[in-house]
């Protein structure tokens, strides 16, 4: 057990309802992350979580993939990560694993972390920017009306909050609550996993037959983590030690000498999502909002980056700079990128199976994925580098993630990431200095005036045209750009008022 990171907040149920401008159901990944986002543009934000630590049972998604890493980066906290994980090239899509070292990003990498390392070091970073966390203690439901949310805690209190954001997983309540919709596929396979110890030799590695894919592998401290396909389609009812045992002998027939489990869960293939990612001052993140398998590590990495993209508009709402509709580009941006990693998910999962037909499907799906273009676009989808949200025509770069440039300013040499540790957006200006007036928004962006000297390169579409400037919001992404293009640089005041609010008064 560690020290907790945050403030606990007192559990007394009859002491005075407490207020906040947005509380998290729910602290794992996405909650963290959305809290730290939130912290970062000074919002009072408070995290209710059922665990009593930040400690994490078994070992669930493996790692981060290239532009959640990006994503870490520009907040300034991505070493601590790296330190702490194992960098490789884990992305892949069904029997290929994909090399992305010639990808125009730093992190031309995937990272082999396990959650609860993430949690904890997400949780330290959440911790130093004091956000307050309520313990021990679950969202049961709400009721919300036209300035706030009533939110109902399961030890007989109660927040008041202007908006209440469910990161409380694919059971969601605030999701049912809010009677938002979860369409979608049942499950057609489920997994047992496990953290066990055995005194047979286990059999490492993964292997795909008849029977279908399913491996383990040993961890450090000497057990052995097991993914197991069951034969049938089971319920949801929590796995036992025994049907453990009778699984690993269907499998390998052998149980390897099982002796106990540290850790034992199930996870199955059903493929759901939220119709709506937010009902009024109700919205949805990471598994709330979908599940689907954990083919390819989608989960944690789209959690974390809808938090991103969903805090600094959350943030601008609150302090009444930017309309409510803002919030509404979050479902409008984040759902479609959602909705296609869950129908990479169910592709995936079906080419898992292990009969020979399903052998030659792979073999065709390998044969095109080892060809150069289809590498690097099924690479880009996986890691998350091709996210594009549709902001119009113009510019390759709109509404794409900024690369991070090495540019000389004024200070000396500079990396553009370094200039969103803060999540606030930037107007990098490349060309004359001074050129771009933004006083009306002075206190919502942040003017850059460098150089830049070198080619501008994208996954999968390679080198583009270098602007003269571009706004990059707090997410990364780019909202304006001036290309020269005929009426580019009147448009900017536009953009700082569509994605920043209304100008100031002089």
């Not at 959440?126 to 399961?154: I, M, N, W």
């Not at 690369?403 to 004024?410: G, H, N, R």
């Amino acid at each position: 057990m560690h020290d907790e990171p945050g403030r606990t907040m007192d559990p007394t149920p009859s002491e005075k309802e407490r207020a906040h401008a947005v509380v998290i159901a729910g602290g794992g990944p996405t909650g963290l992350m959305l809290a730290g986002e939130l912290a970062l543009a000074r919002v009072d934000v408070a995290v209710v979580e059922r665990r009593q630590t930040q400690d994490l049972a078994g070992a669930r998604a493996g790692g981060l993939h290239a532009r959640t890493l990006e994503v870490l980066d520009q907040r300034g906290i991505v070493e601590r990560f790296v330190a702490r994980g194992q960098v490789a090239q884990p992305a892949g899509f069904g029997p290929v694993h994909f090399d992305i070292s010639d990808f125009p990003t730093r992190h031309n990498y995937g990272l082999g972390l396990w959650q609860d390392v993430t949690e904890r070091l997400l949780a330290d970073w959440v911790g130093e920017l004091g956000v307050p966390f309520y313990r021990g203690r679950e969202v049961t439901g709400f009721a919300q009306d036209d300035d706030g949310v009533d939110v109902a805690l399961s030890d007989g209190g109660s927040l008041r909050a202007a908006y209440l954001v469910g990161c409380d997983g694919g059971r969601s309540v605030v999701r049912k609550a809010a009677g938002i919709d979860f369409p979608g596929w049942d499950a057609s396979v489920s997994y047992l996993i496990a953290i066990t110890q055995m005194t047979g030799e286990p059999a490492f590695g993964i292997r795909r037959d008849q029977k279908g894919t399913y491996g383990m592998g040993k961890l450090e401290d000497g057990s052995v983590r097991v993914v197991l396909r069951e034969d049938e389609v089971a319920d949801r009812t929590e796995p036992t030690l025994d049907d453990l045992r009778r699984v690993l002998t269907a499998l390998y027939g052998t149980d390897f000498g099982l002796r106990g489990a540290t850790w034992l869960s199930r996870f199955t293939d059903m493929t759901r999502q939220a119709a709506s990612y937010r009902k009024g001052r109700v919205l949805l993140a990471g598994d709330a909002a979908h599940v689907h398998s954990p083919m390819g590590g989608q989960g944690l990495n789209l959690g974390v980056q809808e938090a991103v993209n969903l805090g600094w508009k959350l943030a601008q709402v609150v302090k009444g700079a930017s309309p409510a509709s803002l919030l509404d580009t979050y479902h409008a941006e984040r759902h479609p990128v959602a909705a296609r990693a869950l129908r990479k998910t169910m592709a995936q999962t079906a080419l898992s199976r292990g009969d020979e037909r399903m052998e030659a499907v792979r073999e065709s799906i390998a044969e095109l994925l080892h060809m150069d273009e289809p590498r690097k676009r099924y690479a880009a989808m996986m890691t998350g580098l091709d996210v594009h949200y549709d902001l119009g025509a113009g510019h390759p770069l709109l509404g794409r993630r900024m690369p991070d440039l090495d540019v000389v300013t004024a200070d000396g040499p500079r990396r553009v990431f370094s200039f969103l540790h803060e999540a606030r957006p930037v107007l990098l200006n490349l060309g004359e200095p001074g050129a771009f007036d933004v006083t009306a928004w002075s206190t919502r962006v942040r003017r850059v005036d460098a150089r830049h000297t070198g080619a501008w390169e994208l996954p999968v579409l390679g080198a583009v045209a270098a602007p003269a400037a571009v706004l990059i919001r707090p997410d990364g992404h780019v909202a304006w750009v001036e290309d020269g293009a005929p009426g580019a640089g009147a448009r900017l005041p536009e953009a700082l008022a569509n994605w920043l609010g209304a100008p100031s008064a002089a």
